[in-house]
């Protein structure tokens, strides 16, 4: 299942943004008001939507001030999410990408909640 964010723009510079996203701790800005948020070291953090189990991500790969790569530590539901970052003309923009592999019948009951997590995500980035 492949899930994609509208593009946003930030006022943030690519490497301001990057710097920002590779920071585990950041995401707890970005995440909605009544999401369960707590960190574990400096790469991971797992995070608990309302209607979805609890889920630990941790970074997996970085490219320098173009993109950044969660991933899930969790066999059970195995995915990424990754932002993609580029250069804008008052800062940088941005889009998240969701990649999992989901049998036909979790896939259906997760995307609406997903879609609507890559959205509040990509408004708290815009808010940055």
Do not use: W
């Amino acid at each position: 299942m492949n899930l994609e964010s509208r593009t946003v723009t930030t006022t943030k510079s690519p490497e301001e943004l990057f710097e920002f996203l590779t920071s585990v701790s950041n995401y707890q800005q970005l995440m909605p008001e009544d999401t369960k948020f707590e960190t574990h070291g400096d790469d991971k953090f797992l995070f608990g939507l309302k209607g979805m189990p609890e889920i630990k991500l941790g970074l997996k790969e970085q490219t320098p001030h173009s993109q950044v790569v969660l991933g899930s530590t969790s066999d059970k539901l195995a995915f990424t999410l990754t932002c993609n970052i580029e250069n804008a003309d008052a800062g940088s923009s941005a889009q998240l990408k969701f990649d999992g592999d989901f049998n036909p019948m979790m896939a259906m009951m997760i995307k609406g909640p997903i879609n609507k997590f890559l959205e509040q995500l990509a408004n708290g980035l815009e808010k940055l």
